[in-house]
T-cell receptor, first 114, second 116 residues
């Protein structure tokens, strides 16, 4: 069974601070895919990143970076120099190979204080 | 050009009514999904269709009936609406896994259903 845990329900930081959102996952498969989605106040789900289980390289995209560690089953997301526009609910999600179902964590509400 | 479009965006209706939400994708994907997001923001899959065939049916009341006339469309019909059905419903699409790697999911903008 696949499971995603986002232990941080809400985080508030002052603008320009760095912030890390934690994601821990459970799966019995050796092949799986991890995702992060952003849900801004307008409500849509915005795709941020996909990572497969065989690619443990960390990724950086502008102010965003992701740290994938299979040893701890974690896929954490860091925003550097946060901005007010980063305020949103962020979801980590997992799907196992051969399983079409995308399982979401409960989300972390991030508030950036100007 | 909207990749996954849902209509309507907002739906307010009385208990007991029957309503439908429509979803269309123009990405050439062969798998479509309905997800429900409750008031606590929890997102859970309801149904998945691959090439018009139902492949995932989570424990959803049978008042909810998905219909896929072709692989680009997946509609959700809800009978005898209840207060607890109030939520945001998201449609999504992807390529099926038998095409190889999972290339990810594209979500529609959601339909906010309010039952009064």
């Amino acid at each position: 069974a696949q499971k995603v845990t986002q232990a941080q329900t809400e985080i508030s930081v002052v603008e320009k601070e760095d912030v890390t959102l934690d994601c821990v996952y459970e799966t019995r498969d050796t092949t799986y895919y991890l995702f992060w989605y952003k849900q801004p106040p307008s409500g849509e789900l915005v795709f941020l990143i996909r990572r497969n289980s065989f690619d443990e390289q960390n990724e950086i995209s502008g102010r965003y970076s992701w740290n994938f560690q299979k040893s701890t089953s974690s896929f954490n997301f860091t925003i550097t120099a946060s901005q007010v526009v980063d305020s949103a609910v962020y979801f980590c999600a997992l799907t196992e190979f051969g399983n079409e179902k995308l399982t979401f964590g409960t989300g972390t509400r991030l508030t950036i204080i100007p | 050009d909207t990749a996954v479009s849902q209509t309507p965006k907002y739906l307010v209706t009385q208990m007991g009514n029957d309503k439908s939400i429509k979803c269309e994708q123009n990405l050439g994907h062969d798998t479509m999904y309905w997800y429900k997001q409750d008031s606590k923001k929890f997102l859970k899959i309801m149904f998945s269709y691959n090439n018009k065939e139902l492949i995932i049916n989570e424990t959803v009341p049978n008042r909810f009936s998905p219909k896929s006339p072709d692989k680009a469309h997946l509609n959700l019909h809800i009978n005898s609406l209840e207060l607890g059905d109030s939520a945001v419903y998201f449609c999504a699409s992807s390529f099926s896994l038998d095409r190889g790697a999972n290339y990810g999911y594209t979500f529609g903008s959601g339909t906010r259903l309010t039952v009064v």
